[in-house]
C-alpha cells in the first residue's frame, strides 16, 4: 500500500505567504516585567546593556538627523522669502514695460502738443522704472 504525499513544509505560515510581509517584533508578546532575581542574571544584565547601547545609538542618530532638518529647514524658508520677492520683482519688471512700451504706442495717436507728450513722458517713466528695479535687484 502507497503512502499518501505530504507536502513539505515550507517554513512560512499564512500570513507570512505574501511578499509584502515584514514580521513583527520578535520580543513584543514576551512579559516587560523582570524580577530581581532575573536582573541578577547575567545573561538578562548583558542583553540590557545591548539593549541600551544600542537605543543610545539610536539616539545620536535621531538627535543629528533632527539638526540637520531644522537647518534645512530655516535654508528653505530664506529660499521662499528670496523666491517670492524674485518673483514680485519679475511681474513689476514686465508690468513697468508693458505698460511703458503701450503708452508709447499711443503717442502718435495724439498730437505731441496737445496730450501726446503726456504719453510719451508717462511711457518713458515706466520703462525707466522697470529697468531700476531690475538693477536694484540685481545690487542688492
Known sequence: ???PEIEKD????TEEESSNYVPGKPYSKLRRELADEDLSNPAVQKLLISEIDKLEFRISELELI???FHKTDKEKAVLEVKLKTHNSLEVLYSFCL???SGLIGLAPLFEI????WI????GGILIVGG??????????
Open 119 to 122: 504719453f510719451l513722458v508717462a
Open 66 to 68: 533632527e539638526s540637520n
Open 131 to 140: 529697468i531700476l528695479s531690475k538693477l536694484v535687484k540685481k545690487w542688492s
Open 98 to 100: 508693458a505698460i511703458g
Open 10 to 13: 515550507t517554513g512560512k505560515g
Open 113 to 116: 502738443e496737445k496730450k501726446g
Open 1 to 3: 500500500m502507497k503512502e
